[in-house]
Nanobody
């Protein structure tokens, strides 16, 4: 079993920055870590993922603005979000995958005002 604790969401003006963190606990090997988001009335969508070997994948809408990273020793994944837009407003969810399953965080609200 894996428990996830997210932090770092909040309210920011357009053009600003936020950094999300997600710490995973549990005696298991984590392979892929990532962030997804869900805006009101929309489906949950991929934001970015990172493998244990630090290969990354980004949604086109965030490329060049967001950076995902991880600390394998701490089983923590980060999402640095720069040049935020109103359209980035959503609940952001951490996701981690093990060899047997996957887990979701509780979600953290990111609100970008114009």
């Amino acid at each position: 079993q894996v428990q996830l604790v997210e932090s770092g969401g909040g309210l920011v003006q357009a053009g600003g920055s936020l950094r999300l963190s997600c710490a995973a606990s549990g005696r298991t090997v984590i392979t892929v870590m990532g962030w997804y988001r869900q805006a009101p009335g929309k489906q949950r969508e991929l934001v970015a993922t990172i493998t244990s070997g630090s290969s990354t994948n980004y949604a086109d809408s965030v490329k060049g603005r967001f950076t995902i990273s991880r600390d394998n020793a701490r089983n923590t994944v980060y999402l640095q979000m720069n040049s935020l837009k109103v359209d980035d407003t959503a609940v952001y969810y951490c996701n981690v995958q093990t060899r047997a399953s996957y887990y979701w965080g509780q979600g953290t609200q990111v609100t970008v005002s114009s």
